[in-house]
Structure formats: C-alpha cells, structure tokens
C-alpha cells in the first residue's frame, strides 16, 4: 500500500506502534520490545482476547517478559484487562484485549453520486458516520467535502487526531494501491490521490479499488471468513469483483485484477462506457437493469413502475425496481431475473477456471434476494459443469449499507495492524 507517514507519537508512551519509520530509530533491546509488542497488538486485533499465557506460548516469550510487555501496553493505553479466564489447574489466567477506545480507523467511501464517511474504534465498533452526495468527477469538491465533514466527525465524538491510526479510501476505478493512484477517475500524475488527504489529515492514507475494500470486509467480518476460495460481486451502478485465493485478497500483477464487468459477452450489445462494446456490465449490472426496465415499459404498462416511468423516468432507479419486485411487481421481477440469467452465465466462466467454494453478493441490486439468486443459479445450472455447482454457495452479504466503510476501515487495519 501507498503510505505517507508521520512520526506521530501516543501521549502516553511516545510510541506509535504503526508508525514503520520508528523501528529505523531503534536498536538491540528497545527493537525487540517495539517489535514484540507491536505482534501482541495485532494478534489481540486478530483473536479479541487471550491470556498472558497463551502469548507467551505463542510467541516463545518467557512469562514474566510477557507480563511486561503487557502492563507497559495496558500502562500505554492500547490493551485492557477482560477479567479471569477459565483455569485448567491453578490459578485463573487474566485476559487482554485491545481497549475499546485506544485507536481510530477513518473509512472513505465513495460513489459515483455519494460519499458515505465513519470513523470506527480498535474493535471495528463504529462511533460515527454521515452518508453526503457528491460528484464523482469534482476532485476538488470529493477532498473539501471528506476533509471538512471528518473534521466535524472528530469533533463530534470528542477525540484528538493522534489517536487515529489512519485513513483508507475506497472508490470505483483502476487503483494502484501501492502508489496511492486511480487511474480512472481523478487522476493526476503530479500528486497522488492519497497526497490531497495526507496534506490535511497528516496520517497514514490508503486508497482502494470500492469491491476489492469489500471483499477484505467480506473476508474479516462477513460470510466469506471462514471461507478459502470466494467471489465477491458488487452490484450497484455498475459491477465489480472481489476474488479471495488461499485466503488471501487476489490483485493480480498490476492489482487491477478483477475487471470481470468487461469481459464481451454480447457481440450486438451497447456500447460501454470503457468505449468497447457488449461488455457484462451492459447486461449485468444496475445500470443495466435501468436501461433494460425502462425499454420495456415503452410497451408494458401494467407495471407498478409504469406511472412512475410516464411521469419521470429519471424517477426510475435500481432500488425502486427491487422495491416493486419484493412488492410482487412481475415485471419487475422479470427484470431482474433477464439480468440474472446474464450475470450467472458471466460467472459460468469464473466458476470453471477458479473453482470458488462460496460466492457473496452485495450491492443494491442484492436487495432483490432471492429473486436474483435463483435467476443466477438457473444460468450456471445451464453453463457450467454439473461437478463444479455441487459445493458451491450462493449468499447475500450480511453487511448492509456499511460494508464501504468497514471495507475502507479494514484496508487500513490490515496495512498498519497485518503487515
């Protein structure tokens, strides 16, 4: 990842744990401990809480250098006693888990047409939160807008800028995480993305493709956790693909993999707009249902939709075709079930090469259920070997109109706290 880093440091020990350009201040003992207790800081991130013990066997430290380190983190503010744990002869362990309030995580989520902003603490609880409308296209409004609504968000809960660990963004594009760049919106080869934040919020800041952020929420706290092989799809405007590999975020050489919305599948299709012609995203998408639900009500005018339509079709969203869908509309749900039947005969082709034991869907047009579901599973029952459908799942994301921000919020713990 892209960070720009200061050297910041906690009021309470003079310490910054995710601060990397420390270690190159320390040497022989003070190394050690920094090191050792930064690795109790992000396996408590990882496991919640364990006793003294454990971490002492986990990480081959004697006990009472254990017990050290972790008074000097409880003394430092980052961890806190949970009370005894169970005892398996002798006296009870004490339990350590990161302190509630001890850190910050600001998530960035933006849209094509709204931003959504929370600030979260060390547990990923969040604090704070504001959804704002915005112009995709409009830099310097996208920065003015975050910087000025954070700072209130700041303010708000009561809470001082070096508590916050950092910031991630996410948003629609071809991202080079690594050097802070969207090459597809916003771009500027005199100054990164990620400079415009870092010169206002002097903190680490990461930038990330919107449905690879996703897929970290998906692999951390959503259905995919416990999953080794899965395809995250988000359907909003537009369509994107998270794919977790061997457990890990799978970004391809350039990190641009998952731009499976335009691959051709239609050759007499409409023209997209990366300017080729049939791609997915034409037929299997929000922008798609749209398009596709407003030809056909030039004919059908015994829809819910029809009167709406008559009066203004820009009234005429992704959100509303599902609404009258869930309300029984059947052309609706006729809608929904063409770009069904699309999105699954893409994923026929994924399914053959990678193989995924589970696949997620998020975005709005998840709100269609099962509506959408099935229309999938009737494609890939047609397209796809039988032998490869047997184990697979197909499941709506649990994270709901959050999982931008806790997406953005991960891409920062699992930079600072992971690495």
Excluded at 35 to 40: A, P, S
Excluded at 289 to 301: A, D, F, I, S, Y
Aim: with cysteine; hydrophobic share 35%.
């Amino acid at each position: 990842m892209f960070i720009v880093q200061t050297k910041r440091q906690t009021k309470a020990s003079g310490m910054n744990y995710w601060d990397n350009e420390i270690m190159t201040t320390l040497n022989g003992y003070e190394l050690k401990t920094y090191l050792n207790k930064k690795r109790i800081i992000k396996y408590l991130y990882r496991q919640s809480e364990m006793s003294g013990t454990d971490i002492s066997k986990i990480f081959h430290i004697s006990i009472p250098t254990t017990l050290t380190y972790l008074k000097e983190l409880v003394e430092e503010g980052f961890i806190e006693s949970r009370g005894k744990g169970d005892s398996l002869g002798g006296r009870r362990p004490t339990k350590y888990g990161l302190k509630r309030n001890s850190v910050y995580v600001i998530g960035v989520d933006i849209r094509r047409k709204g931003i959504s902003l929370a600030i979260f603490n060390g547990n990923m609880e969040k604090v704070n939160g504001i959804k704002l409308p915005s112009n995709l296209n409009d830099k310097t409004s996208i920065v003015s807008l975050i910087t000025s609504h954070v700072d209130q968000m700041i303010q708000q809960i009561g809470i001082d800028y070096s508590k916050v660990m950092g910031v991630g963004i996410n948003m629609p594009g071809l991202i080079n995480s690594e050097k802070g760049i969207n090459y597809t919106y916003l771009y500027n080869p005199d100054e990164t993305f990620t400079q415009l934040f870092h010169n206002h919020f002097k903190c680490p800041v990461f930038l990330e493709n919107d449905t690879k952020a996703r897929t970290l929420a998906e692999m951390r706290y959503g259905e995919a956790k416990d999953s080794n092989n899965a395809l995250v799809l988000q359907i909003d405007w537009g369509l994107g693909l998270g794919m977790i590999l061997n457990r890990k975020l799978y970004k391809g050489n350039s990190g641009f993999a998952g731009e499976f919305s335009h691959i051709p599948i239609d050759e007499n299709g409409v023209l997209c707009n990366c300017g080729k012609v049939g791609c997915l995203e034409t037929i299997a998408s929000g922008n798609a249902l749209v398009r596709l639900t407003m030809q056909g009500l030039e004919v059908n005018k015994n829809s819910k939709l029809f009167p709406i339509f008559n009066k203004n079709r820009e009234d005429i969203t992704t959100s509303l075709i599902v609404k009258m869908a869930l309300e029984g509309d059947q052309f609706a749900i006729s809608m929904i079930n063409q770009v069904g039947l699309s999105l699954g005969k893409g994923l026929s082709y994924l399914i053959q090469i990678l193989n995924p034991e589970l696949i997620i869907i998020s975005g709005s047009l998840s709100e269609a259920g099962n509506y959408l579901i099935l229309s999938i599973q009737q494609a890939l029952q047609k397209h796809c070997l039988p032998k490869l459908l047997e184990e697979i799942k197909i499941k709506i994301s649990p994270l709901g109109e959050d999982v931008g921000v806790i997406g953005s919020a991960t891409v920062v713990l699992e930079s600072i706290i992971e690495s």
